[in-house]
């Protein structure tokens, strides 16, 4: 990456919408674990100039959108020049050139790289490339088919009855209250 | 994974199948003296109820004594067996670990073994480090080669199910063990735990000869793991070999109770469950190692006729599974262990109760099995048995009203012979009741099993009173409620699949007093009634009334951490001399425990801010999630739903629509992006907050439910 410009002067934009878009990136790039300031600071002042040329072409976006657009283009590049042989779609560059970055241990062993289409180290791209996982092992598939159980007469007697009875709640309510009526009936019967 | 698929096993060898001839002769022996036990006490009770005739009242309380007492002498003499098995000098002869010699300890494992955890919305953390502490112990043994673990996830929390996928990456990372440790999330859970173990089935199982199942509390040592493979290779015609799990992690009193119950009175019952059950043994869903070729064949589950909760999809899949399996003429054995083989029960008793419920139902479904045609006649005594154990409490229900109304309705004048009858029956319960406790504890008194130290086998000796006391204040309040459950059953009110809470989060006093204010009261309402019809019938019942009386503080002072442990009360050895594997995850808890935490709002929903800010997580949320070329709804609909989202945050989404949301790579990716680019005011106050503190909590966003350690 070509050395980063200190003077940031947008032409769009007001101050305070530049300051937010700058915090924003600057909790963005934190959150890929990028320890190094100094790294982290020509990344946020890299993105910013992206992005104020991007807002004077577009001002109805807000500074902070474009600044984290230019930050995702700029990851594409990066993510296309490492991955460019690999026929990932966008959405498996992005994700899995991410996960990547991650699995190689790019945050702590490449930081100064990171970003960095230009200058490419070699054992960061094996790694990074050998870092694409699959989340279980090539399936062989088999047949488990349940096969049926003969449950036999007097489980065919119960499920019709419990059939009768699961289609007709009052059937079922009534048989129970007849049952605690013919108890307290005897019961009375028997204390009168 | 090295090994490929197993050998075609068309046909059962018999090895490891117990000799008919010594099966029979145990049942014989072991039923002979069930059998004499119930014929006598039933006599007795006839010659007692019968003195002036047969009311229709006396039938009915002798109709629900006999299984009750048939129940009660079951488990009295599996306990007896067992205490003379443990003692008697020589060996047993179906002694499974003698199949091993010593030098077969020392041979290659070459069979491949996967080992599975079904989970559902469990405690990640708890999950991966005991998943961790597994692979670890296994690594020990420098036998773990052919070993793959497999987490097998049906979570439907968005949160939950992000946390899964991060813990897995981090543990494999920190493990080395890409390509060892998978994760597999099903998009739809059809058939609950069964379903997702015959879907691992499906797919993955002709890649191994075993299948070693684990609870999301289970933990076993990698000794015990290595052995029982080599088991199962040393006796091909094993089909289930199921350990006995032994409860750990209790921090309640009930939590300790029960561990230290299961410590002390479990062994001898599992020896004589071992004794008699023989070839024909249970699955308990966990903790056992599966021949995975005839579980395919003929363990598949068809759904049983009728709906829920009677009919449909089995719920207690596993004592299907083992009569399955044994009806392909596979054995299901019992591997009596006294050390390596764990899981966790429930914290407080409201939890045992839910538990209970689901357990409940699913055994009372099997009644449709126990006349089912091809079942070997144990497994429909094992059926019967299941159903028993919650049946009972409603017999043992009838049987308290039967005597309140026998004790309303008195015959004058006693004779002798009945009043004879009656105080032996009393004497022979209370013995069948105290006897294999007694008996227990004598053994270890004498014999130190658990403990050497003799002030150890004194607390013991006293932990044991106490525990009595405890079951006998809990006996009466489960009666009433495993009552319930059985006629909800009945009657058809089918119960929800939910997690089960494994740690104690204090006591919900307002949830115990829903729970148990009808047990109190019918408690009142009986010792009133008792008070009407006689004095005496009121002392005879006035333990159990006094126990519903008290239910609502005893559940408050079994569920509370106040458990005696600081006095010596209820240790067990897992307690004293946690073994390594246990060590380790307590450690590494220990760790997590210790940390700093998020405001409680973010982590209530931390897997779902994790998908959405972290841009590691999110690759790797993408990266897992499956391709597909058509979504079930709009694309216009998902970014409303985004939008909504982002506006005005997690909360204001349902659980489907966050799960829609999570389910589709683009939207997931594409909602990274928005959140970042939008403006502060732009933002819900969730997001807004999220934003500020993620990055000051997390130092690595992969171990925020994980212990840090060093790679290896």
């Known amino acids: 990456m070509e050395a980063v410009n200190i003077q940031f002067a947008p032409e769009t934009g007001t101050e305070e919408e530049w300051n937010e878009a700058y915090a924003r990136l600057a909790d963005y790039f934190r959150s890929y674990q990028l320890h190094n300031r100094i790294r982290r600071t020509q990344l946020i002042l890299e993105t910013l100039r992206r992005a104020a040329a991007a807002h004077k072409t577009d001002t109805k976006k807000t500074p902070t959108a474009h600044s984290i657009e230019q930050a995702r283009f700029m990851l594409k590049e990066w993510l296309g020049a490492i991955y460019s042989d690999m026929n990932l779609n966008e959405s498996q560059l992005e994700a899995g050139g991410r996960l990547g970055f991650h699995l190689s241990g790019g945050p702590a062993r490449w930081p100064n790289f990171f970003l960095d289409k230009e200058n490419l180290p070699q054992d960061m791209i094996e790694a990074m490339r050998s870092a694409v996982r699959a989340s279980g092992p090539g399936m062989q598939v088999s047949k488990m088919t349940p096969r049926d159980i003969d449950l036999g007469r007097v489980s065919e007697v119960a499920e019709d009855t419990f059939d009768t009875l699961g289609r007709h709640p009052i059937l079922r309510y009534s048989i129970l209250i007849g049952i605690v009526g013919a108890v307290l009936t005897y019961l009375y019967l028997l204390f009168r | ?712």
Request: charged share 20%.
């Open chain 2, 1 to 712: 994974m090295s090994t490929p698929a197993a050998p075609a096993v068309t046909s059962p060898i018999s090895t490891g199948m117990p000799p008919q001839r010594i099966a029979r002769m145990r049942r014989a022996t072991f039923f002979s003296f069930v059998g004499l036990g119930t014929i006598v006490g039933t006599w007795l009770m006839y010659v007692y109820l019968s003195e002036r005739g047969m009311r229709w009242s006396e039938w009915g309380l002798l109709a629900v004594f006999t299984p009750l007492y048939y129940q009660l002498n079951v488990g009295f003499w599996t306990a007896l067996f067992g205490l003379w098995l443990m003692n008697r000098p020589g060996h047993d002869a179906l002694d499974l670990w003698r199949t091993l010699k010593p030098e077969d300890h020392q041979e290659a494992i070459t069979a491949s073994t996967a080992i599975i955890m079904p989970v559902f919305n469990e405690d990640v953390t708890r999950v991966f480090e005991g998943l961790r502490s597994i692979y670890l112990s296994l690594e020990q043994t420098g036998h773990s080669k052919n070993f793959d673990f497999f987490i097998l996830s049906d979570s439907n929390q968005t949160s939950q199910w992000i946390e899964e996928e991060a813990a897995w990456l981090e543990l494999c990372r920190q493990l080395n063990a890409f390509g060892r440790i998978f994760y597999r999330k099903r998009r739809k859970p059809i058939n609950r735990k069964s379903g997702n173990v015959s879907d691992f089935c499906r797919r993955w199982g002709k890649r191994y000869r075993y299948m070693l199942v684990l609870d999301a509390d289970s933990l076993m040592s990698g000794g015990l793991i290595t052995s029982m493979t080599r088991i199962m290779e040393k006796n091909t015609g094993i089909g289930i070999l199921q350990t006995f799990p032994k409860q750990i992690g209790a921090e309640t009193l009930l939590g300790r109770v029960m561990q230290f119950a299961q410590a002390l009175y479990g062994p001898p019952f599992m020896a004589g469950l071992d004794y008699w059950q023989c070839g024909e043994a249970n699955f308990w869903g966990h903790n056992a190692i599966i021949r995975l070729e005839p579980f395919i064949k003929f363990c598949a589950l068809p759904a049983l006729p009728g709906k829920e909760p009677f009919g449909g999809h089995i719920l207690s899949h596993d004592f299907v599974e083992a009569a399955l399996m044994r009806k392909a003429g596979w054995a299901v054995r019992l591997l009596p262990t006294n050390r390596g083989s764990y899981e966790e029960g429930p914290p407080t008793l409201v939890d045992m109760l839910k538990r209970d419920r689901r357990w409940c139902q699913g055994n009372m479904q099997h009644f449709w099995l126990v006349f089912a045609k091809g079942w070997h006649p144990m497994s429909r005594v094992n059926f019967i048995h299941g159903i028993l154990s919650y049946a009972s409490s409603l017999l043992w229900f009838f049987f308290l009203l039967f005597t309140t109304f026998l004790a309303a309705t008195p015959v004058p004048q006693l004779d002798p012979q009945a009043m004879q009858a009656q105080q032996i029956l009393l004497g022979l319960t209370a013995t069948l009741i105290f006897l294999p406790k007694t008996a227990t504890l004598l053994d270890e008194v004498f014999t130190g099993r658990l403990f050497k130290p003799l002030k150890m086998r004194l607390l013991t000796f006293m932990s044991s009173m106490a525990d009595t006391v405890v079951f006998t204040l809990m006996a009466p309040v489960l009666m009433i409620f495993h009552s319930q459950f059985v006629v909800y059953t009945v009657l058809g009110k089918g119960v929800r699949w939910v997690t089960q809470r494994r740690k104690a989060e204090g006591v919900d006093w307002a949830e115990v007093f829903f729970t148990f204010w009808v047990v109190c009261l019918i408690g009142i309402v009986w010792a009133i009634l008792g008070w009407f019809v006689s004095h005496a019938f009121l002392l005879w019942i006035s333990p159990i009334l006094i126990a519903l009386f008290l239910a609502i503080p005893m559940a408050i002072v079994v569920s509370g951490k106040r458990s005696g442990h600081c006095f010596g009360f209820f240790l067990t050895t897992e307690e004293t001399e946690p073994p390594s594997v246990l060590a380790t995850m307590n450690d590494n808890l220990a760790e997590i425990k210790g940390r700093i935490h998020l405001p409680p709002e973010l982590e209530k929903h931390h897997g779902l801010m994790q998908v959405c800010l972290d841009p590691y997580v999110n690759g790797l949320h993408v990266s897992l999630l499956r391709r597909r070329k058509s979504i079930d709804v709009s694309r216009s609909y998902l970014n409303e739903i985004a939008q909504r989202m982002i506006q005005l945050g997690p909360q204001s989404l349902n659980a489907q629509e966050i799960k829609a949301m999570i389910h589709d790579t683009e939207t997931v990716t594409d909602l990274h992006y928005r959140l970042w680019s939008a403006r502060d005011h732009e933002l819900a106050p969730f997001w807004a907050t999220a934003i500020r503190q993620y990055n000051l909590a997390a130092s690595s966003p992969f171990t925020h439910t994980l212990a840090q350690r060093d790679l290896l």
